[in-house]
Each structure stands twice: as C-alpha cells, then as structure tokens.
Nanobody, 124 residues
Framework: QVQLVESGGGLVQAGGSLRLSCEDSGRTFSKYAMGWFRQAPGKEREFVAAISRSGASTSFADSVKGRFTISRDNAKNMVFLQMNSLKPEDTAVYLC?????????????????WGQGTQVTVSS
C-alpha cells in the first residue's frame, strides 16, 4: 500500500519561500519517478514539477521555472519542492504523486498514486 503524505504548506507573503515535503512511509521511492501538481479553487489541476527515477532529470512548468526546485532523498523515501519568490498566483493545494512505469512524467494520467495535498497560501 502506497501512502504519500505532504507537509510544509502554510501562509507566506509574496516573495517568501516554502519547502514542501512528500513522504512514503510504506515503501522506497528509489525505482519510481515523482511529481508535484497543484490545484486552485475553480481551476484544473496543473503540473508543477517532476523528477526522474534516478534524480538525474527534472522538469518544470513554465510558470515556476527558475523559482521552484524539485529534489529527492531516496534514503529517506522523500521528495521535496523548494518554492522561492512566491507569488499570489502560486496559491493552491499542492499534491505529490508517484508513477510506477515512467522514467519521468508531466501528465496526470501517467501517475498512479497521489497524496491528499497541502495548502499553500501566498498573500500580497
């Protein structure tokens, strides 16, 4: 049973930073690519960032490129999303996801397991 749990969300002023964490308490991440998505009220869920199985490759949405960084620590079964220079439009519920079959993926349909999400609110 895969259990993904996000943490680190909260309220921050524009220009500030937050680091989100995703942990799988039940199994290792080492053979699986991971991703982060977000969903704001009234909007579709959108891709944010992804990291390959090995960690050698990463991908970012244009809206966060240069501001966000994705990383992983397979020894701890954790993946992180470092968010810098936050903007009000970054406000959303952020979810981590695991894909069993892809080396790296940027679409929802390629992911097999999802966390419940953590709220990020950026004020002006």
């Amino acid at each position: 049973q895969v259990q993904l749990v996000e943490s680190g969300g909260g309220l921050v002023q524009a220009g500030g930073s937050l680091r989100l964490s995703c942990e799988d308490s039940g199994r290792t991440f080492s053979k699986y690519a991971m991703g982060w998505f977000r969903q704001a009220p009234g909007k579709e869920r959108e891709f944010v960032a992804a990291i390959s199985r090995s960690g050698a490759s990463t991908s970012f949405a244009d809206s966060v490129k240069g501001r966000f960084t994705i990383s992983r620590d397979n020894a701890k079964n954790m993946v992180f999303l470092q968010m810098n220079s936050l903007k009000p439009e970054d406000t959303a519920v952020y979810l981590c996801a695991l894909t069993k079959y892809r080396n790296i993926a940027v679409t929802q349909r390629e992911y097999d397991y999802w966390g419940q999400g953590t709220q990020v609110t950026v004020s002006s």
